[in-house]
């Protein structure tokens, strides 16, 4: 990116989340995620019925994906502030308590570290 005007979204999703998004958004309403650096199921991200998961007072909202809200823990956000965070589908079960448990596939993050030039619109915007 070389227009440092232009402030880069923290979060993005594949069409693969999307539609699996889309497919639990049918069955269970609007949803949210949340992004923890816990062990175990704390380490994927998790998706709820919005509304369902109380959001705490660490916890940053890193962006939307359409209109669904995508939080993550101010822990795992100072370590990952510096990332572009990709939301995909993998074979597996969700965790245990998030809906994509039981889909046959699960929510998955993957990641890029930013380039200097959008850490430098992302300081000067306060994002990070």
Do not use: I, W
């Given at each position: 990116?070389?227009?440092t005007t232009t402030i880069p979204e923290q979060?993005?999703?594949?069409?693969?989340?999307?539609a699996l998004m889309e497919q639990l958004e049918a069955k269970h309403g609007p949803l949210m995620f949340h992004q923890s650096g816990g062990c175990c199921?704390?380490?994927?991200p998790m998706c709820y019925p919005r509304g369902e998961f109380l959001v705490g007072d660490q916890d940053v909202l890193l962006g939307t994906?359409?209109?669904t809200p995508f939080y993550i823990s101010g822990p795992q956000f100072e370590y990952w502030k510096h990332t572009e965070l990709t939301l995909d589908v993998v074979p597996g079960?969700?965790?245990m308590f998030s809906l994509?448990?039981?889909e046959g596939v699960r929510f998955h993050i993957r990641?890029?570290?930013f380039n200097d030039a959008e850490i430098a619109a992302l300081r000067s915007a306060g994002r990070i």
């Open positions: 990116m070389s227009d979060v993005h999703r594949t069409p693969a989340a999307t199921d704390g380490s994927s994906l359409g209109e079960r969700g965790g994509d448990n039981g990641s890029r570290v």
